[in-house]
């Protein structure tokens, strides 16, 4: 039985779940559940680390670590979430390694402190600072599909910033979680800045209104989010929601054919269409429609669908049965064109399957499927390839396909994702200075690059006067002259009748150069002639 990560060691408990194996249903191993006290010791112990830095140097060995055990970490994720390995080390470890080798270059630029030199005229002199401070603990809540390089994504991200984490995985992968916590500790990260708890939804919800924790980071389901979302409003907590998506891929008819083709395929069905960013929404150019599903299908027929663990292998299993009953229940309305049944025998296995122009209100073409199910639907003009791809409630990522230059960027502005790509779809996750996340319901904020440090970064601005005036225009007592000066430095620095404006003010230079200063006046007058 693997025990959580507390403090920077492993501890066992009384309670277990098991974790099951997607490619045959069998039981892998067990993993502690964390009770009240565990959950208590994990708060205590990520309290310590608030605000200390963590010397850059752990985040150097942290990178030499995976590389090292990259191949042990991916035969693991292929175990326990049914990637196959090739998939496991491009998707989930690749980019985890750069993204570290990316705050290790630039991380240090985002967070440091900033001179604001005051922008305003009156306060032309003083000192203006930014200071970027870490909140307090981040939960992260990772799902099963990438149970990898999500969390990890975002646990480097704010334990660079001086967050430290309590993460929690999926139950569905506990043990991929739980690696996480043995590269840290092998790296040498200090006992409060991980913590890896399994634990119940009911536990989970209370760590999240734990007054210890400022931040939340959740990748999952839009039912939950909202619910996350919600508890973090209630509790003014900073929240980062990845809800999903129902990503649109947009094909025109002067497209590279083979190219679009193997795209779809790839985005279609890696990891069993278990992908928030998986195409989903194929939406074709009539002329090409034909022989675009032609070349598509023979591909489809020939993906080889096994254990992810063998050599040769495309796509794996599902990660449980329950989730390939899912998916086989969506397949409504429309013609089933290839696969469309599970596969028999050991494991959640299914068929990759296409779905030709099903309804455009049905649930296969509107919710999201998370299974290895890509619609289809034909188009005529550029309007309806945009109402088709925006006239869904996700908006996670999407792609444009056209050699077309002017049109690429014509449309790519006009859909509604927060990730476009051109003549690609969902690399753009590897890329670790690129902001990942959607709109509409795909939720709120982003990860990666420099946007996952400013979710658990609170900005501070401090302003120094040290000047000797004792009292400055706008304080008390109040009168006729405060009120007259004020309109008469409104209209000289921002509207209209400046000049006249200027000249009314000269009854009153002495008082302003006693309580504004000439700094301030000076810089004032800039401002008046546009310098």
């Known amino acids: ?122 306060f032309s002199g003083r000192r203006g600072r930014l200071i970027m401070e870490p909140t307090r603990i981040t939960l992260v809540i990772s799902p099963w599909n990438y149970p990898f390089a999500i969390p990890f994504l975002d646990i480097v991200a704010s334990i660079f910033a001086s967050s430290p984490v309590l993460f929690r995985p999926s139950s569905m992968t506990p043990l991929v979680g739980l690696k996480i916590a043995e590269l840290f500790q092998e790296a040498g990260f200090p006992p409060f800045s991980l913590q890896v708890l399994i634990t119940t939804h009911g536990d989970a919800e209370r760590i999240l209104r734990e007054p210890r924790v400022s931040t939340v980071k959740f990748t999952g389901s839009f039912e939950v989010g909202r619910k996350i979302g919600a508890i973090a409003g209630e509790e003014l907590k900073k929240a980062t929601l990845e809800l999903g998506g129902k990503d649109a891929m947009v094909v025109f008819e002067d497209a590279n054919l083979e190219r679009a083709v193997n795209g779809a395929l790839w985005a279609g069905f890696m990891n069993a269409g278990q992908t928030c960013a998986s195409v ?137 994702a927060g990730v476009v790509t051109v003549n690609d779809h969902l690399s753009s996750y590897a890329e670790p200075s690129a902001p990942w996340g959607g709109v509409k319901g795909s939720g709120l904020g982003r990860s990666h690059g420099s946007f996952a440090l400013q979710g658990v970064l609170q900005p501070k601005y401090i302003m120094e006067d040290f000047s000797k005036r004792k009292k400055l225009l706008w304080w008390f007592p109040y009168g006729e002259k405060n009120i007259r000066i004020m309109l008469l430095a409104s209209r000289m620095l921002y509207g209209k009748g400046k000049l006249k404006a200027l000249m009314e003010l000269f009854p009153y230079l002495g008082r302003l150069l006693k309580e504004v200063g000439l700094s301030s006046l000076v810089s004032s007058l800039g401002r008046l002639i546009g310098l």
């Open 280 to 416: 989903e929404r194929l939406i074709i150019h009539h002329e090409i429609a034909s022989s675009f599903l032609e070349t598509l299908k023979e591909k489809v027929d020939k993906l080889r669908v096994g254990d992810p663990l063998e050599d040769g292998v495309d796509m794996g299993p599902m990660v449980s049965e329950n989730q390939r009953e899912k998916v086989l229940s969506m397949l409504k309305g429309g013609e089933v064109i290839a696969g469309g049944k599970p596969i028999e025998g050991k494991g959640f296995f299914m068929q990759p399957t296409l779905v030709y122009e099903p309804p455009e209100d049905s649930p296969v073409w509107q919710e999201e499927v998370f299974g290895p199910v890509i619609s289809i639907k034909t188009f005529k003009t550029e309007e309806e390839a945009l109402h088709l791809a925006n006239n869904n409630k996700y908006g996670l990522t999407a792609s444009v396909w056209t050699k077309d230059r002017e049109r690429a960027r014509r449309i790519s502005e006009k859909l509604e």
């Open 1 to 122: 039985m693997k025990g959580i990560y507390l403090a920077g060691n492993f501890h066992k408990t009384e309670k277990a779940i098991k974790t099951i194996s997607p490619s045959n249903g069998e039981i892998i191993d067990e993993v502690s559940l964390a009770g009240e006290g565990e959950i208590e010791r994990a708060l205590g112990a990520a309290w310590e680390g608030v605000g200390k830095e963590i010397p850059r140097r752990l985040f150097s060995r942290l990178r030499e670590v995976l590389s090292r055990r990259a191949e042990e970490v991916a035969q693991l994720i292929a175990m326990e979430q049914g990637k196959p390995v090739t998939e496991a080390l491009a998707a989930e470890i690749y980019p985890s390694l750069s993204y570290i080798a990316f705050l290790e270059e630039k991380g240090e630029e985002f967070i440091r402190d900033k001179d604001m030199p005051p922008e305003e005229p009156m």
